[in-house]
């Protein structure tokens, strides 16, 4: 298990107050190991995760919940390079990525 980050759920409250994540097809550019795709991806249609850190997506997989895996998927790539059509997401989602 991943040590807890933002246990008092700040960063969580903020993140919902700026998208509507409710059915909605997101791109999370830079989800490193998820541990911010898990506080909004059960309420999505659909997330995919992008990283380029083969490593970080290896320990996002292993800690994915389990009722979350047939929505979420994990993908090697760049916000340079992105390996979807822009009409596939309705939200895309970058943080702490820069």
């Not at 989800?31 to 909004?40: M, P």
Request: charged share 25%; with cysteine.
């Amino acid at each position: 298990m991943l040590p807890q980050r933002d246990p008092e759920g700040h960063e969580t409250r903020h993140l919902l107050k700026l998208a509507n994540f409710t059915d909605q097809r997101v791109l999370e550019i830079g989800c490193g190991d998820g541990r911010l795709t898990w506080r909004y991806a059960e309420m999505t249609q659909r997330v995919i995760g992008i990283d380029p850190d083969p490593i970080r997506l290896a320990a996002a997989s292993e800690h994915c919940p389990e009722a979350l895996q047939p929505r979420v998927a994990l993908v090697r790539g760049t916000a340079e390079a992105i390996p979807f059509s822009s009409q596939a997401f309705d939200v895309a989602l970058l943080a702490w990525s820069l």
